[in-house]
C-alpha cells in the first residue's frame, strides 16, 4: 500500500478561524512532508519531518503551524490565515530515516484544497 | 546548485500519436530523476524515476524517459497519447543527500492537451 491520506479534501475559513489540516502513511516512512501548491505553479516545499522531529521550516509564516504526533501522522495546524494562503496544499511522506537517500519516491496525498474568506 | 528545467509550458497533441515532454537539468553530481504526474485538482503521482541504473526508464501507463548525461536531458515520451494522460507533468530531480529526507526541486511543469 502506498497510499497517504489528507483530510478534509476542501476546507473553507475565514481569517479568523482556527482550523488543522491531517496526512496520514502506513508506509513506515520516517519523512513527511507539506507542501503548497499555487494554480499552475509546483509544489512549494513549506516543513518537513524526520524521525518526528522537524528538520526544515523553509521560512513560513508561524500562522502555519506543523505537528508530528507520531511516525504515521502529519498535521498542519491554521490560525489567522490570509486570502492569498488559499491553495492546494500537498503532503507528501519518503523512507527516509537512517535508509533514506536521493534515490527515494516521496507519496504525495490527493490534498487538501483550502480557500480563505 | 541543482536546476530543472521544462522547456514547454504547454503541449498539444492529438489522441493516438505520440507525446514528448522536454526537460533539461542541471546538477554537480549524478542526480535522481523523477516523472510526476498531477491530474486536476489531485496529488502527484509519480510516472517513472531514474536512479543510476538503466538510462532509459519505463514507467506507468506506458511512460518511459531517457536519461542523457551528455545533453543533461530526461526526456519524457509515450508512443501513443490517450485522453487520460491530459494532465500537468512534472520534472524533478531529488539532490544528494545524507540527511535521510529530500528537498526536490521541480520544474515549472507542462500541460499536456489532448485532443480527440
Known amino acids: 500500500d502506498t497510499e497517504v491520506t489528507q483530510t478534509p479534501k476542501h476546507l473553507v475559513m475565514g481569517m479568523t478561524n482556527k482550523k488543522s489540516l491531517k496526512c496520514e502513511q502506513h508506509m513506515g516512512h520516517r519523512a513527511m512532508y507539506w507542501y503548497k501548491q499555487k494554480a499552475k505553479k509546483p509544489p512549494e516545499l513549506m516543513f518537513v519531518?524526520?524521525?518526528?522531529?522537524?528538520?526544515i521550516n523553509e521560512s513560513v509564516p508561524s500562522r502555519f503551524s506543523p505537528e508530528c504526533p507520531n511516525s504515521s501522522l502529519l498535521n498542519l495546524h491554521l490560525h489567522a490565515l490570509q486570502p492569498e494562503d488559499s491553495a492546494l496544499y500537498l503532503c507528501a511522506s519518503s523512507q527516509g530515516g537512517l535508509a533514506g537517500t536521493s534515490t527515494d519516491t516521496q507519496y504525495f496525498g490527493p490534498g487538501t484544497r483550502l480557500t480563505v474568506l | 546548485a541543482q536546476s530543472v528545467t521544462q522547456l514547454d509550458s504547454h503541449v498539444s497533441v492529438s489522441e493516438g500519436t505520440p507525446v514528448l515532454l522536454r526537460c533539461n537539468y542541471s546538477s554537480s553530481y549524478s542526480p535522481s530523476l523523477f516523472w510526476y504526474v498531477q491530474h486536476p485538482n489531485k496529488g502527484l503521482q509519480l510516472l517513472l524515476k531514474y536512479t543510476s541504473a538503466a538510462t532509459l526508464v519505463k514507467g506507468i501507463n506506458g511512460f518511459e524517459a531517457e536519461f542523457k548525461k551528455s545533453e543533461t536531458s530526461f526526456h519524457l515520451t509515450k508512443p501513443s497519447a490517450h485522453m487520460s494522460d491530459a494532465a500537468e507533468y512534472f520534472c524533478v530531480v531529488s539532490p544528494p543527500t545524507n540527511t535521510g529526507f529530500q528537498k526536490l526541486v521541480f520544474g515549472t511543469g507542462t500541460r499536456l492537451l489532448v485532443s480527440p
Open positions: 519531518y524526520s524521525y518526528e522531529k522537524l528538520s
